[in-house]
């Protein structure tokens, strides 16, 4: 597999990811970041999502599919058999959508991590609703205002990747973190218009208000304001991703992981695993 020393020599992290677009991209630039740093990667998602991947990267090196059935039964399996072929998992990484990883983690007495895949704004928003330290909208007052302190901007998610591509947005925003993202995007960001504020409208968006969106971030007065801040936020992506940005920073709030893998990964080079 052009390694060097001994499988038993490497860091293994087992990658396992919810089966949608928003979890599974983010894990994976996740296991690209490990296995530049010499890690084992071994990415686990149901086969409707690894057929696309294989389809869509040649390159791929792949077991035979592996029935996911109840995960909390497969999983165990595939870690232990793993070990029997010198595979020894140092470590679980799975996203918030399916926390039974961390039970299996705990009942075989491996570590496991969770990678956050919405934004860093929507979890400061759980969190103070979750103990209560900032009122929220309920059914007394549906229509209040939500200010908390210090929210943070660091996004993951789709939304990421249309700052990185430098597009402009115009967001239909639904549920769950979707509306605290087009907060973002178009009254901090200025990068798009917003079409709804989510289910709560409860109506139809008719075809006459898509056409004007489609007019007021293409040709509107608004359009060269829009189009400025779009390749603003691209460059600053760019920035961030480079080994001089923030993940691989250790004099940043956020650059722990490239001087944590730095002084805990023996230096190797192995290629992708995807099971």
């Given at each position: ?5 001994t499988?038993d ?18 894990l ?13 990667i071994t990415y686990c998602?149901p ?14 090196i792949s ?5 996911y059935g109840d ?10 058999e793993?070990?029997?072929?010198g595979?020894?998992?140092s470590c679980?990484i799975n996203n918030?959508f399916?926390?039974?990883?961390c039970d299996v ?6 570590p496991c ?6 934004s860093?704004a929507?979890?400061s ?8 330290l900032?009122p ?5 007052y549906p229509?209040i205002?939500?200010h ?5 901007i660091?996004k993951?998610n789709?939304?990421?990747e249309?700052?990185?591509n430098?597009?402009h ?13 087009v907060?973002?995007?178009v009254d901090e ?6 079409l ?5 409208e ?5 075809r006459?208000?898509?056409?004007q ?5 293409m040709?509107?007065p608004k359009?060269a304001?829009?189009?400025?801040n779009v390749?603003k ?6 920035e961030?991703?480079t080994?001089?940005?923030?993940p691989?920073n250790?004099?940043h709030?956020?650059?722990?992981m490239g001087?944590a ?5 023996k230096?190797?080079g192995?290629?992708q695993?995807?099971?």
């Open positions: 597999m052009g390694s060097q020393g499988m020599s490497f860091v293994h992290v087992f990658l396992i990811s919810f089966p949608g677009q928003g979890h599974v991209n983010p994976l630039r996740l296991g690209k970041c490990l296995t530049s740093k010499g890690v084992l998602v086969e409707c999502v690894g057929k696309d991947m294989r389809a869509a990267n040649k390159n791929i077991d035979e599919p592996t029935p995960g909390r039964e497969v999983l165990p399996t595939m870690i232990k793993n070990k029997v072929e595979r020894h998992v679980l918030p399916i926390p039974w990883v983690a705990d009942s075989l007495g491996i991590a969770v990678l956050w895949v919405q860093c929507s979890f928003s759980y969190y103070h609703y979750h103990f209560n900032a929220f909208p309920n059914e007394t229509d205002d939500v908390l302190p210090n929210m943070p660091l993951w789709s939304s990421i249309v700052i990185a430098g597009v947005i115009i967001a239909f925003p639904q549920l769950g973190d979707q509306v605290t993202d907060k973002y995007l960001f200025r990068t798009g218009v917003r709804s504020r989510g289910v709560t409860n109506r139809i968006i008719p006459c208000e898509v056409e969106s489609l007019h007021e971030v040709s509107g359009a304001e829009m189009k400025e390749l936020w691209k460059k600053k992506a760019s961030a991703v080994e001089d940005g923030t691989y250790s004099d709030p956020m650059g722990y001087s893998l730095d002084s805990a990964v230096p190797a192995l290629p695993r995807l099971e």
